[in-house]
């Protein structure tokens, strides 16, 4: 048997630390060759640790809400080990603290109950030192019993009102009107007026992608329609064919990633970004797919898109928003988008101003179809309509660009022939 430790991983371009999502597995408990010990959350996607061997969980050194940088280790395992057959390791949550006075050591060290139930939290661990509340007066409302901050402060709540208070005592006033404000300040329960929770790393870099957008780039938005009755009748048509065939239904994105490829194509500024002093053109069309995850908004990209069939791109996109989800992307995924897509519609969107993805310089915004009274040939008829809007730097891209590369898009949606023909 031997000694196994457990790191933390690559984390892809860029990514240098991630925070300790979740923990699967405990000290003591056994494990298989690629069985998931830990899950991290970076700024861009979810990432799962594994075991590399089978054996025993020896010793786990991170807890939740831990922040780690690559090479950290996360814990060690004992390979060839069994069960029961490891007693030397440790949680870090329930580890005591050095010495053996007991005020120096936290609550959860001084009784067990608590860690029998689930363990305590580390926040909820500093605020019972710091309050000096036992595990006997929380009661666990996490998982498998599990102490967190909330129980701490409701517990100390109580604590706080059931205690006798020095009459005339500005300490004792002082702390009666903290713990009277803490649950409303600091907890979300159900005497809370709000809730507080910490931002995930995920959802700070969406925020500060687009705020750099919008402080760098010259962002403008264009607009247009189009008539979608022509690929709805299409789709109507031959969908139990498509589904027979590639075993994915024909979506409304696969004809807008083929129709922004064609249009990427002759308007080459579109598919380019400003990089320093230079403007960089791409000979290749990664179309990045805005698909809404969990943990926020993500961007899938579909390598190479103009190689691909619809069904291809139908396929990628569904495998996409699965991996979404369940929080498979990975960095490659992640990485090396030239243009981008987002469908509001499928949100009820009518209109919008999308934001740029940056270092891209355009977006298109789809949005929902709406059955609209339009004028055809001297005559008012109701026609499947949709609002696009491309979203762009106009440090890169000249209005002229722009409106033509929008005119395009729209032409080879109203007359799809011309994608399946490729002219």
């Known amino acids: 048997m031997s000694d196994t430790i457990i790191k933390v991983p690559a984390l892809g371009e860029s990514v240098t630390e991630a925070i300790i999502a979740r923990l699967y597995k405990k000290v003591g408990e056994s494990v298989n060759e690629g069985d998931v010990v830990v899950e991290l959350e970076t700024d861009k996607v979810t990432l799962e640790v594994n075991a590399p061997a089978a054996g025993v969980i020896q010793q786990i050194s ?3 809400g831990d922040t780690v940088k ?3 280790v996360i814990g060690s395992l004992l390979e060839g080990a069994s069960a029961g057959n490891v007693i030397s390791g440790k949680n870090k949550e329930t580890s005591p603290n050095k010495g053996n006075d007991a005020k120096s050591r936290s609550p959860s060290s001084q009784e067990t109950s608590g860690a029998d139930k689930g363990g305590v939290g580390p926040a909820a661990r ?3 030192t710091e309050q000096g ?3 006997s007066d929380i009661s666990g409302t996490g998982k498998n019993g599990r102490i ?3 129980d701490v402060v409701a517990g100390g709540t109580s604590k706080a009102t059931t205690s006798p208070q020095v009459e005339n005592s500005p ?4 702390s009666s009107t903290a713990a009277s404000i803490q649950p409303i300040q600091k907890i979300h329960s159900a005497d809370a007026l709000f809730d507080r929770k910490p931002m995930s790393p995920l959802r700070k870099k969406i925020g500060e992608r687009l705020k750099y957008a919008q402080n760098t780039a010259a962002i403008l938005t264009t607009f247009n329609e189009c008539d979608m009755s022509t690929i709805m009748e299409l789709r109507r048509d031959y969908q139990d064919a498509f589904v027979k065939k590639y075993g994915t239904k024909l979506g409304f994105m696969s004809f807008f990633v083929k129709a922004c490829v064609h249009a990427l194509q002759e308007v080459p500024a579109v598919n380019a970004e400003i990089d320093g002093d230079d403007m960089v053109y791409h000979h290749r069309y990664d179309i990045g797919i805005a698909v809404s995850a969990p943990q926020g908004l993500v961007v899938p990209v579909l390598k190479n898109a103009e190689h691909l069939g619809l069904h291809e791109i139908e396929l990628a996109i569904a495998a996409f928003g699965e991996k979404a989800k369940t929080g498979k992307l990975t960095m490659a995924d992640m990485t090396g988008g030239t243009f981008t897509i987002s469908n509001g519609g499928t949100f009820g ?3 919008s101003t999308p934001i740029l993805n940056p270092p891209q310089s355009g977006i298109l915004g789809m949005h929902k179809i709406q059955e609209r ?3 055809l040939k001297g005559q008012v008829i109701i026609r499947p309509m949709m609002y696009l809007a491309l979203s762009y730097d106009h440090r890169m891209i000249d209005g002229r660009e722009a409106v033509t590369f929008l005119v395009k898009v729209k032409e080879y949606i109203e007359n799809p022939t011309r994608l399946l023909l490729g002219i």
């Not at 300490?171 to 002082?174: D, F, I, K, N």
């Open 62 to 64: 991170v807890s939740e």
């Open 373 to 375: 009274p339009v004028a």
């Open 133 to 135: 509340i036992s595990l």
């Open 171 to 174: 300490q004792s006033v002082q």
């Open 148 to 150: 967190t901050k909330e």
């Open 126 to 128: 500093k605020l019972m």
């Open 70 to 72: 690559i090479g950290d």
């Open 349 to 351: 969107s009518l209109v």
